[in-house]
């Protein structure tokens, strides 16, 4: 999704590198599962981290189930590698935990529509950091041609994107500051929208 490419659809980082990480095995059964997510994450934060920039690392998978080890990569990722972690927060319309997006230093993307309506199937939780649009979200689809679909894995991209263009504008801020810059910065007007979703995500003050 390269901006101004003139073909298909287009990202809001604008002259983004990207990189596609494989953490799927071969030969699996049904629906590819995530095999190897979290040494994806490693190798992603690795990759930018020797390139001698930084990785924002979209991870549109996950599921319940906590692991101190998992976190630790997570951590290992932001802290010495200098990345920054995105998690889809999920679809189940459940007020439940979603890992990766619900571990320390993952920012937890859940999806809202474009007109900032809460759709009402979407996963909730305090640890939710940030909505982004994942309604009829234009998006390539495997063989060829677009289609549009809905999902927190259509939100997550979307955030971790708009912290691409936010460093375009910033070269020198460190991912921590991007990321404080994009959280303190979220427009609130989701809560006046959705009053009832402000109390589902524990939100004081």
């Known amino acids: 999704a390269t901006t101004d490419n003139d073909f298909g659809i287009?990202?809001?980082?604008?002259?983004?590198?990207?990189?596609?990480?494989?953490?799927?095995?071969?030969?699996?059964?049904?629906?590819?599962?995530?095999?190897?997510?979290?040494?994806?994450?490693?190798?992603?934060?690795?990759?930018?981290?020797?390139?001698g920039s930084f990785s924002i690392i979209n991870n549109s998978w996950g599921g319940g189930g906590f692991s101190a080890s998992e976190n630790s990569t997570i951590n290992t990722a932001q802290n010495t590698y200098g990345a920054?972690?995105?998690?889809?927060?999920g679809n189940d319309n459940e007020y439940e935990e979603h890992y990766p997006s619900s571990y320390d230093n993952c920012i937890s993307v859940c999806a809202i529509g474009c007109s900032y309506a809460w759709g009402g199937w979407a996963t909730y939780h305090p640890t939710v950091d940030l909505a982004a649009p994942g309604e009829?979200?234009?998006?390539?689809?495997?063989?060829?041609?677009?289609?549009?679909w809905d999902g927190s894995s259509m939100a997550c991209p979307n955030a971790a994107s708009a912290i691409g263009l936010l460093s375009s504008y910033y070269p020198d801020w460190n991912n921590i500051m991007l990321r404080e810059r994009i959280?303190?910065?979220?427009?609130?007007?989701?809560?006046?929208?959705?009053?009832?979703y402000e109390t589902c995500n524990g939100y004081a003050g």
């Not at 799927?24 to 095999?35: A, L, M, Y």
């Not at 009829?136 to 549009?148: D, F, K, L």
């Open 84 to 89: 920054i972690v995105l998690g889809a927060a």
């Open 136 to 148: 009829s979200v234009y998006s390539a689809i495997i063989g060829s041609g677009y289609e549009s």
């Open 10 to 51: 287009a990202s809001t980082a604008y002259n983004a590198k990207y990189i596609s990480v494989k953490v799927s095995r071969e030969n699996q059964n049904g629906e590819p599962g995530i095999s190897d997510g979290y040494a994806g994450i490693l190798y992603a934060a690795k990759a930018g981290y020797y390139a």
């Open 183 to 196: 959280e303190e910065s979220a427009d609130r007007r989701i809560y006046e929208l959705n009053p009832e």
